[in-house]
C-alpha cells in the first residue's frame, strides 16, 4: 500500500474503526515500515484526543433561531415561487442568444463551403468509339480533355 492510501485512510477509516481486516492489516503492515506514516498516525490519535478532551461550547438560543428562521425564509421563498409555465419555457427558448446565432451562421457557411467543394467531384462518363470512360472526379475529365482532341473547337464546327 502507498503512503498517500494510508494516509487517507488513517484520517478515515482506520481511525473510526471502520476499516475491514484485510485493509486494517495492509495499513499496520505499512506502518510497521514507514516511519513517516506512523508518524501521521501518532499525530492524528494525539489530535483526535485533544478534541474528544476540550469543551463542547454550546451556541447562544439566539444563534439557531436566526438559522432556523433563515431555513424558514428559504422554504417559504420556494414554495412561494411561479411554477415554470409552457409558455414561460417557451419564452425563454425563444429570447435571442447572440452566441447561438453565431455559431448557427457559422455552420451553415462551412456546409455551404463543404458542398461547394464537393460539387468540382462529379461523376463524368465519356463513350468513346464505344468505349464507356468513367471519370469519378471533374477535374480529371477536364485533364483529359486538355490532352484529347475531342473535335469540339469552333473552327471545326463552323468549317
Known amino acids: 500500500m502507498r503512503c498517500a492510501q494510508v494516509k487517507k485512510l488513517l484520517s478515515t477509516d482506520y481511525l473510526d474503526g471502520l476499516a475491514d481486516q484485510k485493509t486494517l ?91 461547394n467543394f464537393t460539387s468540382f467531384r462529379r461523376k463524368v462518363v465519356i463513350q468513346d468509339n464505344g468505349e464507356e470512360t468513367v471519370f469519378l472526379y471533374y477535374n480529371d475529365y477536364q485533364e483529359y480533355a486538355s490532352r484529347v482532341d475531342l473535335g469540339t473547337d469552333i473552327e471545326e464546327y463552323f468549317l
Not at 421563498?77 to 453565431?102: C, T, Y
Request: net charge positive.
Open 25 to 115: 492489516q495492509a495499513i499496520k503492515d505499512h506502518l510497521g515500515v514507514c516511519a513517516l506514516c506512523r508518524q501521521t498516525e501518532q499525530a492524528l490519535v494525539k489530535t483526535r484526543v485533544i478534541l474528544k478532551n476540550s469543551l463542547r461550547l454550546e451556541p447562544p438560543a439566539e444563534i439557531w433561531e436566526n438559522i432556523q428562521s433563515k431555513i424558514l425564509q428559504e422554504e417559504l421563498s420556494r414554495v412561494s415561487q411561479p411554477k415554470v409555465s409552457f409558455l414561460g419555457w417557451l419564452e425563454r427558448l425563444l429570447r435571442p442568444k447572440p452566441v447561438l446565432a453565431a455559431a448557427t451562421i457559422m455552420a451553415v457557411m462551412l456546409v455551404m463551403a463543404a458542398l
